[in-house]
C-alpha cells in the first residue's frame, strides 16, 4: 500500500510524493479537478485536497496496474536509481530526490468553524520539578 | 515568550505551560477523539443550551456538521453506544479521517491557546515502529508543524519516550530507558546523559487491547476502555457482574500479552545494538503512558521483565512516571524552557559582538 506524504499542485498537475525508508518517490498527473470542474487548483480547500488524496490512495491501492505507470513515468523523467535494488518493487527501485519543504502540505481551514467556549478545567501542579530539571540540564550546557 | 509543551498522543492531548507568578504548572488535557453528530438528534441551536464541547463546521455544501469533541465525545459515544471517531491512528495523523486536521486544530486551540505575540511549542512524536509499516513520521511533523504556526507559535518535535526521561530522569543525569505506554504505539527510548541513543516504537498500545478485548467478549471498543480506565487492578480482576468481569479479565490476558510483545521486541533491539551502547553504570527504567495507568501495571512489568533473562545491563529500579499520562507533557515543555534559555543566552551575545 502506498502512503501518501505530500501533494505539490499548480492549476495543471498534481505531484504526489511518497516517501518509502529513506526514499522518496513521486507521481505525477492531471490535476483530476480541472477535468471534473473548473475549480482552480490554487484556491482548493483543504477538504478537497484530502479528498483527491483519498482518492488516490483508494486508486493506488485498487490498481496494481498504476505501478508500472508510475515507473514509466519515473524512468522517463531520468530519476536516479540505485544498483541493490528489489526489481520486483518499483517503491525501492527508484529513487527520487526532493526536498520536502517545496511540497504541500494542507494547511488547517477552520475559518468556517464555530466552538463552543465550555470552560476547561485546568489542573495546576507545583513547579519546583521542573526548576529542578532545568537547573540540572543548565549544568550539563556549562560543562 | 510563552512556551508550551504538547503531548499528541493518539487518545489524549495534554498540553502544559508555565504560570511563572505562581510558581505553577498549567496542566489542560483533551481525549484526542470526536463524534459526529446528526441534526436529527441535537439541533445547532439546542447545542448552545448544553455544556458540551463541539464545533460547527460547514460541510461543502454549506451544511452545518455538528461534531462533539474531547471528553465531551467519550461520554456521548458510552451513553448512545456510538462509536467515535479518532483524528490519529497509530501515533500520527489519521490517513482516513478527513476531518482530523482542522478537528486537531481546534483541540489544541482550546487547549493551549492562540499566541498573539512570541510563542514556542515542544510537542512531541513517535519514533518510527519495527514491527509494522506505519505511515512516515515525518509528514505527521510536518502537518503538526503548520497547526502551530496557524495558532501564532514556532516548533520543534521531540521524541515521545525523550521527553519521558526529561521528565523523570533528573536524579540520574537523564540517563535512562524509557517506555511509553501509549493508546496507538508503545515508545522507547534509551538515553545517555540526555542524548537519546536507541529510539524506537512498537505497534501496539492501548488501542490494541481494547480491540481485542471487545471482540473477544463482545462489547464495543469504549465500554472496554470505559472499564479500563475507571478502575482496573491488574493483580485482581475478579471485580463486578459477569459481563465486567469478564471484561476485566480479557483486559488482564491482554495486558500481560502487550508487555511480553513489547519486551521481547525491547530485549532484542537491545542486544542488536549492544555494541553501539557502552554504558556502565546502573540504568533506571521508567515505565509511563495513560496505558500504564491501571494499579499495579508496574508490579506486572517488574513480573514479566524479571522472567526475561537476556537483557543485557543492569537495571536501577524499574519505576513508574509520577503521572503517567503528564510525563510526555512535562518533558516537552522542561526541554522547551531549556532550548529557549539557550537561544536567549546566546542572543545578547550575538548583538553585543554586532555593536562592538
Known amino acids: 500500500m502506498f502512503i501518501i506524504n505530500y501533494v505539490c499542485c499548480n492549476v495543471y498537475h498534481l505531484t504526489i510524493y511518497v516517501i518509502h525508508g529513506a526514499h522518496m518517490f513521486f507521481l505525477k498527473k492531471r490535476n483530476p479537478l480541472m477535468r471534473q470542474s473548473s475549480k482552480k487548483l490554487n484556491t482548493i480547500s483543504t477538504n478537497d485536497m484530502i479528498s483527491i488524496i483519498n482518492t488516490f490512495n483508494q486508486k493506488l491501492d485498487e490498481q496494481t496496474q498504476i505501478m508500472s505507470q508510475i515507473y514509466n513515468l519515473l524512468k522517463n523523467n531520468n530519476f536516479t536509481k540505485t544498483s541493490n535494488v528489489d526489481h520486483q518493487s518499483v517503491e525501492t527501485e527508484l529513487i527520487f530526490e526532493s526536498k520536502a519543504q517545496d511540497c504541500y502540505i494542507p494547511d488547517p481551514d477552520i475559518s468556517s468553524i464555530t466552538s463552543s467556549n465550555k470552560k476547561r478545567k485546568i489542573k495546576t501542579m507545583d513547579s519546583k520539578s521542573i526548576s529542578d530539571a532545568l537547573d540540572s540540564l543548565n549544568e550539563f550546557d556549562q560543562k | 515568550m510563552k512556551i508550551i509543551g504538547v503531548d499528541i498522543g493518539t487518545m489524549n492531548i495534554v498540553s502544559s505551560c508555565m504560570n511563572a507568578e505562581e510558581n505553577q504548572m498549567q496542566i489542560d488535557t483533551m481525549r484526542n477523539m470526536f463524534l459526529p453528530v446528526s441534526s436529527d438528534v441535537l439541533e445547532t441551536n439546542e447545542l448552545i443550551d448544553t455544556q458540551l464541547d463541539y464545533i460547527i463546521q460547514k460541510d461543502d455544501n454549506e451544511k452545518d456538521q455538528v461534531f462533539i469533541i474531547g471528553d465531551d465525545a467519550f461520554k456521548f459515544s458510552q451513553i448512545f453506544g456510538n462509536e467515535i471517531k479518532r483524528p490519529m491512528n497509530k501515533g500520527v495523523v489519521s490517513a482516513g479521517e478527513i476531518d482530523a486536521i482542522d478537528v486537531l486544530t481546534v483541540m489544541i486551540e482550546r487547549l493551549s491557546g492562540r499566541c498573539k505575540d512570541k510563542g514556542h511549542a515542544v510537542y512531541s ?36 519516550a525523550l521527553a519521558v526521561i526529561y521528565s523523570e530522569c533528573r536524579d540520574s543525569n537523564f540517563t535512562g530507558i524509557a517506555l511509553s505506554f501509549g493508546a496507538g504505539l508503545t515508545n522507547i527510548c534509551c538515553s545517555y546523559k540526555g542524548q537519546p541513543t536507541i529510539t524506537f516504537s512498537v505497534s501496539r498500545g492501548g488501542d490494541w487491547i481494547d480491540q481485542n478485548v471487545a471482540q473477544s467478549v463482545g462489547v464495543v471498543n469504549s465500554r472496554v476502555t470505559n472499564v479500563k480506565e475507571r478502575d482496573l ?18 483486559l488482564v490476558f491482554y495486558y500481560e500479552d502487550l508487555i511480553e510483545y513489547v519486551l521481547t521486541h525491547f530485549i532484542k533491539q537491545f542486544n542488536q545494538n549492544i555494541d553501539m551502547l ?40 524499574i519505576r513508574q512516571a509520577e503521572d503517567p499520562l503528564i510525563a510526555v507533557s512535562k518533558g516537552c515543555l522542561i526541554y522547551g524552557l531549556w532550548d529557549n534559555k539557550k537561544i536567549d543566552s546566546k542572543e545578547p551575545k550575538q548583538s553585543v559582538e554586532s555593536i562592538e
Open chain 2, 125 to 160: 512524536v513517535p519514533a518510527e515502529a519495527i514491527d509494522i509499516k506505519t505511515p512516515p513520521v515525518l509528514y505527521h511533523e510536518k502537518v503538526f508543524n503548520r497547526i502551530f504556526k496557524t495558532l501564532g507559535y514556532s516548533s520543534k518535535p521531540i521524541n515521545e
Open chain 2, 278 to 317: 557502552d554504558i556502565d553504570e546502573d540504568i533506571p527504567i521508567i515505565v509511563s503512558g495513560g496505558t500504564s495507568k491501571p494499579k499495579n501495571f508496574v508490579e506486572l512489568f517488574r513480573k514479566v521483565f524479571n522472567e526475561e533473562k537476556d537483557f543485557p545491563y543492569d537495571i536501577s529500579e
Open chain 2, 233 to 250: 487492578d491488574l493483580m485482581n480482576p475478579k471485580v463486578g457482574k459477569k459481563r465486567e468481569k469478564r471484561v476485566r479479565e480479557a
